[in-house]
C-alpha cells in the first residue's frame, strides 16, 4: 500500500493531540514496569500493498472470495470509491492496514499505555494496557445504523495488550465494516486482530498479526511485517486532499 501524503481530517487531529498530549503528561516509562522497551520510530522493512499469509493462500469463504474479486474489479477500473474509502477519500485506512504504511511511525510507552503516531495523517492509534477508560459509543434504535443500541465500530478501535514474556499481545475488536485488511481483502463488523509485537534485536521489530471473522474467512490465518529503527526526527506536515492523484486517489494502490 503506497499512502501518499495525507490531510488531517478533524477525527485524526483529535486523536493525534490526545495521544500526544497523552504521552507528554504521562510519567516516563518506568523500565519495570514493562517486559521490553518498544519505543522509537518505526519504517517497513519492505514496502508491500498486501499481507501475505503464512503456510499459502487467504482461506476466504465463499462471501468473502466474491468481495475480494469485486474489489479487484473496482481497482483495475479505479472506482475507489465502491470499495476503498481511505483511496477515495482520505480517510483512515484502519487496522491492520495501517501497519502497511511505508511512512513511518512513532511508539510511545507508558506504564498502563502504549501510543502510536502514524507519519500519515498523523493518525494514531491506542494499546490499553490497563489503564484507559473506554466509554461505549451506542447510536439511537432509530437511526440509520438500525436498532437495538448496535455499538458503533471504529476504523482503529482502541485495543487492548499486555506482555507475555519479550512479546507484546495486543487484540482489536469492534470495528467499522468499511474499511480493507489491506488494499484488497474485505472484512466485516465480526473482524478480530492478534498481533505479537517483539524485538528482533535492538533495530527490528516484528509484528505477527492473526486475522480473524467467520464471515470473510473460512479459518484464522497469519502474516509478518518488520520495522526497521529510524532516526527520531519530526514528522512532516501532511495533507492528503492537496496531493490527491488526478484520479481522486490519496492512498495509491
Known amino acids: 500500500m503506497k499512502i501518499t501524503r495525507a490531510a488531517r481530517s478533524p477525527s485524526s487531529i483529535g486523536w493525534a493531540l490526545c495521544l500526544a498530549m ?44 466474491k468481495r475480494y474479486a469485486q474489489n479487484k474489479d473496482n481497482l483495475a477500473k479505479r472506482a ?6 481511505a483511496t477515495a477519500r482520505c480517510a483512515s485506512p484502519g487496522l491492520p492496514r495501517l501497519m502497511l504504511t511505508p511512512e513511518r511511525f512513532r511508539i510511545w510507552q507508558r506504564p498502563g499505555w502504549i501510543g502510536f503516531q502514524f507519519e500519515w495523517n498523523r493518525l494514531a492509534r491506542e494499546v490499553d494496557m490497563g489503564s484507559l477508560i473506554q466509554p461505549q459509543r451506542r447510536v439511537a434504535a432509530d437511526s440509520l445504523f438500525g436498532a437495538d443500541d448496535a455499538i458503533v465500530g471504529r476504523a482503529v478501535p482502541i485495543s487492548k495488550g499486555h506482555w507475555e514474556g519479550d512479546t507484546l499481545v495486543v487484540a482489536t475488536e469492534g470495528f467499522q465494516n468499511n474499511t480493507l485488511i489491506d488494499n484488497l481483502v474485505p472484512h466485516g463488523y465480526d473482524l ?6 517483539r524485538l528482533k534485536g535492538a533495530n527490528t521489530l516484528e509484528d505477527r498479526i492473526t486475522i480473524e471473522d467467520p464471515r470473510y474467512f473460512t479459518r484464522p490465518w497469519r502474516t509478518v511485517v518488520t520495522y526497521q529503527r ?14 490527491r492523484t488526478a484520479e481522486g486517489a490519496a492512498v495509491k494502490p
Open 22 to 65: 497523552a504521552a507528554a503528561v504521562l510519567p516516563a516509562r518506568a523500565p519495570a514496569a514493562d517486559s521490553v522497551n518498544l519505543e522509537g520510530t518505526w519504517k517497513i522493512s519492505a514496502p508491500q500493498l498486501a499481507f501475505r499469509p503464512e503456510g499459502g493462500s487467504i482461506p476466504f469463504t465463499d462471501i468473502g472470495r
Open 230 to 243: 529510524q532516526p527520531d526526527d519530526p514528522f512532516p506536515e501532511n495533507v492528503c486532499l492537496v496531493t
Open 192 to 197: 478480530k486482530t492478534t498481533e505479537r509485537i
Open 80 to 85: 475507489y470509491e465502491e470499495y476503498d474509502y
